[in-house]
């Protein structure tokens, strides 16, 4: 099954954009390879790119916050494990702490990083970290694997606080998942959003079908409208019935 996530706000499309630059991040910073390694630098400039908005820290400590008052009363329900949410409520606990404690704007230390910023202006261009462009570069390419990677992980380090506290948010995310078998009547399904309100939309469908999601929303309605690459892979509509899992999420 094919899993595609579509954010409704642009605090959950950040989320999931830094998300995504994490995963690929940690792939490929525990490679030995030099390239992949540059891989690794390169995205986490698009992660202090991304996290750059000013309120993106102060909104997941809110929403930490929020959770955690949610899931206090809890306790008092017989149908709750006590110790599964005591472990959840550990696990918010320690990132709002650690988030709280980075002091400064997310990722100053590397803009106080020359060495780094020098780099991250160079790989704005096209082929701009060619070794005649920045041959200190280069150099640190050519230390050893460990070198590398304890650099790296080193100054990633004050990002991770960031990472834990937006994985544990899109977890509780996913798993308030409203979740419902739907079938795509020519390619396009509609469904009322009857004055609720959510944040992402999961749309899960067998590969076999080669159905491609084209999902849109509004506060009243959400438009699932199914596609298939042609030959040069260039969507056009489907017009045929398309069976999918649909899941609505809200916090």
């Not at 949610?70 to 472990?87: C, K, M």
């Not at 798993?175 to 944040?199: C, I, N």
Request: charged share 25%; with cysteine; glycine share 6%.
């Amino acid at each position: 099954m094919i899993l595609y996530e579509f954010p409704l706000n642009e605090r959950v499309r950040t989320l999931l954009r830094l998300e995504s630059l994490f995963g690929r991040f940690d792939r490929f910073a525990t490679r030995d390879e030099a390239q992949d390694h540059h891989v690794a630098l390169v995205t986490l400039f698009d992660v202090l790119e991304v996290a750059s908005r000013a309120d993106l820290k102060s909104d997941l400590l809110q929403e930490l916050d929020r959770q955690r008052h949610a899931l206090i009363p809890l306790r008092s329900n017989p149908e709750v494990s006590t110790d599964a949410l005591d472990q959840v409520l550990g696990q918010i606990e320690a990132a709002w702490n650690s988030l709280n404690a980075v002091a400064g704007k997310t990722g100053q230390h590397l803009r106080e990083n020359e060495w780094l910023m020098s780099i991250r202006s160079r790989t704005g261009i096209a082929g701009g970290a060619c070794e005649f462009d920045l041959p200190s570069y280069h150099a640190w390419q050519h230390r050893p694997a460990d070198i590398r990677r304890r650099d790296i992980a080193t100054w990633a380090a004050p990002l991770r606080p960031l990472q834990d506290s937006l994985r544990i948010v899109l977890r509780l995310l996913r798993e308030s998942a409203h979740h419902s078998v739907q079938t795509a009547r020519q390619g396009s399904f509609q469904q009322p959003l009857g004055g609720k309100t959510y944040q992402m939309v999961r749309v899960r469908l067998d590969p076999a079908t080669g159905a491609i999601p084209e999902i849109s929303a509004n506060r009243y309605l959400i438009w699932i409208r199914f596609t298939l690459q042609d030959g040069d892979l260039r969507p056009r509509a489907l017009d045929s019935d398309v069976g999918f899992e649909l899941a609505l999420c809200n916090l």
